[in-house]
């Protein structure tokens, strides 16, 4: 299995953004399956071939999709613990994690939210939601050291908020990094930009779907609606924040 690390770093021109330099970290090109950041998050938390692995995720969940594909690619068993009631047809999601082996079982939103583990499922290791502990921090941290180029500010989307913190962790004086929110009701935090989730997570709307589009037409790049697609909304409206001359870098994950 070949992965394309480190990921390219692309510069982006866009008249929305001038004064600005930007570089797109494309990390959705590291591999096919296991896209930016799920690779990042899984790779200190692969368990022995032939064990078997316990996670969460709502329907959604690439974080569940990228595990599954984990599963086939490096021989363990997965089991996600959903979100919310069991739907048919299953969504694309959903579906192309059944079809690379994982198990689904599903929680109403009061068990999800205590982050109830059945019992009959109480003794195989878990992995939290979205790769969201040090291992996963410990991967996240890794992109920044592949980047070559002089920056100010990295960007980057925010569900679970691994990613940021991994990030964070790696920056040296004078750097920071932003974090949009793709959730609705995201803590307060002074690195996270509450106000472009779109309604929420998995949420969109024709002004988002018009952005998608538009994007892709001017740069060739087709951005995750459920997450990078909001942050970048967020990166080009709010472009006016940053200090002209500063070099920016956006996580395409």
């Avoid at 996670?55 to 599963?71: D, E, K, N, Q, V």
């Avoid at 109403?108 to 109830?116: E, F, H, S, T, V």
Wanted: aromatic share 10%; hydrophobic share 40%; glycine share 10%.
């Amino acid at each position: 299995m070949v992965f394309r690390l480190p990921s390219p770093l692309q510069p982006l021109d866009d008249e929305r953004l001038a004064g600005l330099r930007v570089f797109l970290k494309r990390d959705d090109l590291i591999h096919p399956d296991f896209p930016g950041n799920k690779w990042r998050k899984l790779k200190y938390n692969l368990p022995p071939p032939g064990s078997t692995l316990v996670t969460f995720g709502g329907a959604y969940s690439s974080h569940l999709r990228a595990t599954a594909a984990a599963g086939r690619h490096f021989g363990f068993n997965t089991i996600a613990l959903v979100r919310g009631e069991e739907r048919h047809p299953l969504n694309p999601v959903l579906a192309a994690a059944v079809a690379d082996g994982m198990s689904l079982a599903y929680l109403d939103r009061a068990a999800y939210r205590r982050k109830a583990v059945p019992p009959e499922f109480s003794d195989f290791p878990l992995l939290p939601e979205g790769g969201a502990n040090d291992e996963g921090r410990r991967g996240c941290a890794e992109l920044v050291d592949e980047i070559d180029e002089p920056f100010d500010v990295i960007c980057c989307s925010v569900g679970t908020g691994t990613t940021l913190a991994g990030i964070a962790s790696r920056l040296k004086p004078g750097q920071r990094a932003v974090g949009y929110a793709a959730i609705k009701g995201h803590r307060p935090h002074p690195d996270i930009e509450p106000d472009f989730h779109f309604g929420g997570y998995a949420r969109r709307t024709p002004v988002l779907d018009a952005f998608v589009d538009d994007f892709r037409e001017r740069h060739g790049i087709t951005l995750d609606w459920v997450y990078e697609a909001k942050m970048m909304y967020g990166v080009i409206a709010q472009a006016d924040r940053f200090p002209p001359g500063t070099t920016l870098i956006v996580v395409i994950a």
